[in-house]
Antibody
Framework: EVQLVESGGGLVQPGGSLRLSCAAS????????MSWVRQAPGKGLEWVAN????????YYVDSVKGRFTISRDNAQNSLYLQMNSLRAEDTAVYYC????????????????WGKGTTVTVSS | DIQLTQSPSFLSASVGDRVTITCRAS??????LAWYQQKPGKAPKLLIY???TLQSGVPSRFSGSGSGTEFTLTISSLQPEDFATYYC?????????FGQGTKVEIK
């Protein structure tokens, strides 16, 4: 079964740090782009970051650039999100997601989602 | 950044109704658009990618169309399990933005 399981969320004070982890199973992790997507309480979805198969390309939404770092360990089938200088507006459920692609590799989409881990930034 | 605007933001409909949700992009994105369904407390689920390709396992009552800047998600006959919030996402360029969502509720 294809599965993504996030961990590492919790309550942190403004300015603090957290490291989210995502354990992947049931597919060849190293063959896929991976992402983090977040959802603030009662709000819509927000794409946060992408990382290419071997970690040599990374992209971030402007609001987290310089504060968050996406990384992966293909040997451990794991995805990470290091979050520093956390702000109240980073409070959200963070989803680990897999980027699938069409057969010809032209179209990408998010086809597998974890259940999410909750990050609360508050004093 | 490309902005996606969904309309309506809220929709009240009955079982059996035909429902159409529109997603407009602030600039052309070819067919690099996906649609997701999210139920309360659950992760989103992929319905459509490449604007009109039905994801495996998704019922055929769901369909997508459009290209460029205007896209639609249609549910041909609304079923009880379809009451949820729907999001579009563009994957043409970074940041890979989502629409604000359309909540479909029971009339």
């Amino acid at each position: 079964e294809v599965q993504l399981v996030e961990s590492g969320g919790g309550l942190v004070q403004p300015g603090g740090s957290l490291r989210l982890s995502c354990a992947a199973s049931g597919f060849t992790f190293s063959s896929y782009w991976m992402s983090w997507v977040r959802q603030a309480p009662g709000k819509g979805l927000e794409w946060v970051a992408n990382i290419k198969q071997h970690g040599n390309e990374k992209y971030y939404v402007d609001s987290v650039k310089g504060r968050f770092t996406i990384s992966r360990d293909n040997a451990q089938n794991s995805l990470y999100l290091q979050m520093n200088s956390l702000r109240a507006e980073d409070t959200a459920v963070y989803y680990c997601v897999r980027k699938g692609s069409s057969i010809e590799g032209k179209y990408y989409y998010t086809d597998v989602w974890g259940k999410g881990t909750t990050v609360t930034v508050s004093s | 950044d490309i902005q996606l605007t969904q309309s309506p933001s809220f929709l009240s409909a009955s079982v059996g109704d035909r429902v159409t949700i529109t997603c407009r992009a602030s600039q052309g994105i070819s067919s690099y658009l996906a649609w997701y369904q999210q139920k309360p407390g659950k992760a989103p689920k992929l319905l459509i990618y490449a604007a009109s390709t039905l994801q495996s396992g998704v019922p055929s009552r769901f369909s997508g169309s459009g290209s460029g800047t205007e896209f639609t998600l249609t549910i041909s006959s609304l079923q009880p399990e379809d009451f949820a919030t729907y999001y579009c996402q563009q994957l043409n360029s970074y940041p890979q933005t989502f629409g604000q969502g359309t909540k479909v509720e029971i009339k």
